[in-house]
């Protein structure tokens, strides 16, 4: 249900009949309850533009708001404010719709767009590291969400598999004869390490080095194997991490930087028909208007460039992939990356000019002493312990009456764990740094994903105990109960903002005031008891059931699963 442009239109129609021109009407969720449950505050430009007094356009237009069907009440309010109330009595309904409904009543997308979501996009010659956390985190949520609206996506892993690194550590591969199971190749920042130590240190695997990296590039028949054979082993330990997160990034999602290979010297040759190269320094470069530094397409080698394979994804994702929309999650540090390829790519037309490109960046992940996320000595922590740690502080913290299996613990760790990595993560505005806090990520109080969980268990403990059926019907005699309806059909108007802002924090934010109203909810008003009516139990039922749907749900986009009991 899209509530806020249903209201937004009650409003343009009492606009329209009192003669008043506007473009786009909007309303608010109102701040306060004494305001309503909506407020539209378009009145005082407007009366300002028409040299009226703004609190008697106002009046009028209120007078024409119809009050007998989604709208109980208006009011003018301060200086021309409209506050709006919905009626109770649509609201049961609309509330009754949306439980019955398994798309909670979200209509399909009238014009679904093709959207890439290119995210997580490890380098294959080093360990994963959190800022590659922290993309598929983000980018899987996006995902998620747009695919839930109703938009086709296709997601991209850019991994990072070409580059002359590849010839050192496809040699040391060699030389070392591991293979997929091999404990050594678990940690690449050792491998990695290991490899560069004998690249410095004796002059003959250098030289191979050196020649395996041509020989890769040319195409030779052994060396592709052993670097197919180590992208492989590699790519391996990324999609541990990817099961172990519960991420839906799959092998055909990956199109690695090698796969552009064909198209870069088609990318140079299309900016020079473009006239928009020009040579430095032996360089070919693309000079952007107030830019300080050029984009660099192809060193004096003849070797090409990061920016140069952006390009060439960004045609491929056009031409080949039609994207509408195209998100790239990356850390903010590429954020001048992003700004100077996209605006060669729109101005040489290798994309159309009215697809969307979008940086969708976010900040570093920081310690709780406020300093980039290290181990002790300075290394990169390692994405597959974190997340074992984050199990295993979870299965620590159950602190529960009820008794479980072995398996049980195991599972409900895990989903409590991996949740409240996950969730911390998306919490906050993504473009802030953020704070690794395990013990606020655990917590039970405020806005953590196992206060989500907690309050699911609680819904489905209720109909555990109840034991009948639940019905569809709600009706609503309380001013909690009211509220509560109200936000659950706030739903869609969230998650359309979420996908429009690709702020999974506004979801987060969302499901916390869901959860703490029903906690509320089910504070003041017994569902149980039998002092209340069978018809008032059966509502309440149904409301606690639309809130453990929407609570579920919001955390499926979010890749944050759930558990009957905690
Ligand atoms: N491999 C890159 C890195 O680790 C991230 C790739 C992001 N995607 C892209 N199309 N450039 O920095």
């Not at 491998?191 to 410095?200: E, N």
């Not at 990318?267 to 107030?290: I, N, P, T, W």
């Not at 960046?361 to 290290?374: L, Y």
């Not at 074992?388 to 409900?412: F, G, P, Q, T």
């Amino acid at each position: 249900m899209k509530l806020k442009k249903e209201i937004s239109k009650i409003i343009a129609e009492a606009l329209e009949q009192a003669s008043i021109c506007v473009d786009e009407v909007s309303v608010n969720e109102a701040t306060r309850p004494e305001f309503g449950d909506y407020q539209y505050n378009g009145i005082m430009p407007l009366a300002k533009m028409l040299q009226r007094n703004p609190r008697e356009i106002a009046q009028q237009v209120a007078s024409l708001i119809k009050t007998d069907g989604m709208i109980a009440k208006v009011e003018v309010a301060g200086p021309g404010f409209i506050n709006i109330w919905i009626d109770s009595h649509w609201l049961c309904d609309a509330a009754s719709v949306m439980l019955q409904d398994e798309h909670f009543a979200i209509a399909p997308r009238e014009n679904p767009i093709r959207v890439v979501v290119d995210y997580s996009g490890p380098n294959m010659a080093k360990q994963m590291h959190v800022g590659h956390l922290r993309s598929t985190i983000i980018g899987d949520t996006l995902a998620n969400l747009l695919e839930f609206l109703g938009d086709e996506v296709i997601r991209q892993n850019h991994i990072g598999d070409w580059g002359t690194q590849f010839g050192m550590l496809v040699a040391y591969l060699e030389e070392s004869g591991l293979d997929e199971g091999s404990e050594n190749l678990k940690d690449l920042e050792q491998f990695y390490k290991d490899a560069k130590k004998r690249f410095d240190e004796e002059a003959d695997f250098a030289d191979k080095a050196r020649e395996y990296v041509v020989k890769i590039q040319s195409g030779d028949a052994h060396c592709l194997y052993l670097w197919q054979k180590f992208i492989d082993i590699s790519l391996g330990h990324c999609e541990e991490i990817y099961k172990e997160l519960g991420v839906g990034l799959a092998r055909e999602d990956v199109r690695a930087e090698s796969f552009y290979n064909e198209r870069l010297p088609l990318v140079v040759d299309l900016l020079e028909r473009e006239k928009m190269v020009e040579v430095s320094e032996g360089a070919r470069c693309v000079f952007l208007s107030g830019e300080e530094t050029p984009v660099i397409v192809q060193k004096q080698d003849g070797g090409y460039l990061y920016a140069t394979t952006d390009l060439a994804a960004l045609w491929y994702r056009s031409e080949v992939l039609h994207a509408k929309r195209l998100l790239y999650v990356v850390d903010a540090r590429q954020s001048d990356h992003f700004k100077q390829v996209f605006r060669v790519a729109k101005a040489s037309g290798l994309v159309r000019e009215d697809e969307q490109l979008e940086h969708i960046s976010f900040g570093t992940m920081m310690n709780r002493d406020g300093k980039p996320f290290k181990t002790r000595d300075g290394g990169t922590v390692r994405l597959i312990d974190l997340l074992s740690e984050a199990v295993a502080r979870a299965k620590e913290s159950i602190n529960s009456k009820e008794e479980y299996s072995d398996k049980e613990l195991e599972v409900l760790a895990q989903v409590i764990g991996i949740g409240a990595v996950k969730y911390a993560d998306l919490s906050i505005n993504r473009e802030s740094n953020y704070i690794f806090d395990w013990d606020k990520m655990l917590s039970l109080e405020g806005n953590t994903s196992l206060y989500q969980q907690y309050a699911y268990a609680r819904i489905m403990s209720i109909f555990r105990r109840y034991g009948g059926e639940i019905g569809n019907t709600i009706s609503i005699d309380t001013e909690i109960e009211h509220r509560l309806s109200l936000a659950l059909l706030r739903f869609e108007d969230v998650l359309e903002k979420a996908a429009k802002d690709a702020a999974p924090h506004q979801i987060t934010s969302y499901l916390y005031e869901v959860a703490t109203l029903f906690m509320r909810f089910y504070e003041q008003n017994p569902i149980l008891k039998e002092e209340i009516s069978e018809e008032v139990r059966q509502s309440r039922l149904a409301l606690a059931s639309l809130c453990g749907k929407v609570i579920k749900q919001g955390l499926a986009i979010l890749g944050i699963g759930v558990v009957e009991r905690i």
